[in-house]
């Protein structure tokens, strides 16, 4: 008999309204109105589509229930960090950061 390691199934996670409905709702408005992703000339505005893609896909991830293994993607696809996303990305777009 050899001693392989038993992988226990992580608990399953339960769907995020306010996380899913983040995503939605930037998923939504950003196809129907690409302007937000851009700067007050027009151009593309990097890091507030950054900021506003983290947070959809954090919503997503956690929205839907799945919890992943790794303690960096749970850090990076949790709830508190599509919070903290949409906190960044309203600092960038009325906050003045660059």
């Excluded at 339960?14 to 302007?35: D, F, N």
Aim: glycine residues 12%; positive net charge; hydrophobic residues 60%.
């Amino acid at each position: 008999m050899s001693a392989t390691p038993v992988s226990v199934p992580a608990a399953p996670g339960r769907v995020s309204l306010p996380s899913l409905t983040v995503a939605v709702a930037i998923m939504l408005t950003g196809s129907v109105y690409p302007l937000l992703f851009a700067d007050a000339h027009g151009r593309a505005d990097h890091g507030l589509a950054m900021a506003l893609f983290w947070a959809m896909s954090a919503g997503l991830v956690r929205g839907v229930g799945f919890v992943p293994h790794m303690a960096l993607w749970r850090m990076l696809f949790s709830g508190p960090a599509c919070a903290v996303a949409l906190g960044l990305a309203a600092a960038i777009r009325w906050g003045g950061l660059d």
